[in-house]
């Protein structure tokens, strides 16, 4: 049964999506899919850092679709339509009232919409050919990965802990959304996304080199890999 969002333009739209991805990356599952890309979609511009969940996930996909796409099809997903309502406004209906050329030129600007929005597409068909003819990692996939990094007690500086994760750079490597989530006791524990390429990073060497060395140890007492999904296959 598909799952239906409120129009995520409005400020009540907005409020209700950040309340249900308090407890969720994903719109659905455990993986970046279909769903996240349809409601990604519905938005007309990025949504307000005061929403910090929905601004997280926002981040999140729009970096996953700039590096590598999203081919999960999901459970299916319905958001409410934002255009409705701007199109039956009364401004809207007074301008086009004066004179023929001003439809002329709202006509140019609806066309001028639609070729955006084609040449976004074209624009990523371009970098996923170029990608495929460039022949640079053949045999390459990557992966979605969920680290779990626990600190050694309820004193510790998570927002350090965090920077000293992401200070971890190397090539084929892409940090993406996190979370901190209470463990017990007072002491909480960071969820954090990473896209990897399969052929540059090992996650295994990346913990044991990165994590459990100096000067990030005096932070992470350890890490565990909560979940490894492939997103696609490079050629």
Known sequence: MAISFSNVNSESGLKKLDEYLLSRSYITG????????????????????????????FTHI???????????DGQGVKVESSTVPEAATPDVADAKAPAADDDDDDDDDVDLFGEETEEEKKAAEAR???VKASGKKKESGK????????PWDDETDMTKLEEAVRSVKMEGLLWGASKLVPVGYGI??????????DDLVSVDSLIEDHFYTEP????????DIV???KICKLY
């Open 30 to 57: 455990y993986q970046a899919s279909k769903d996240d890309i349809a409601v990604y979609s519905s938005f007309s511009t990025a949504p307000s850092s005061s929403y910090v969940n929905v601004i997280r996930w």
């Open 216 to 223: 990030a140890n005096e932070y992470i007492q350890s890490c």
């Open 143 to 150: 992966s979605s990965v969920l680290l779990d990094v626990k």
């Open 62 to 72: 729009d970096a996953l679709l700039r590096l590598s796409g999203v081919t999960d």
């Open 188 to 197: 909480k524990k960071l969820q954090i996304m990473m896209t990897i390429v």
């Open 128 to 130: 996923a050919a170029a």
């Open 227 to 229: 979940a490894f999904n």
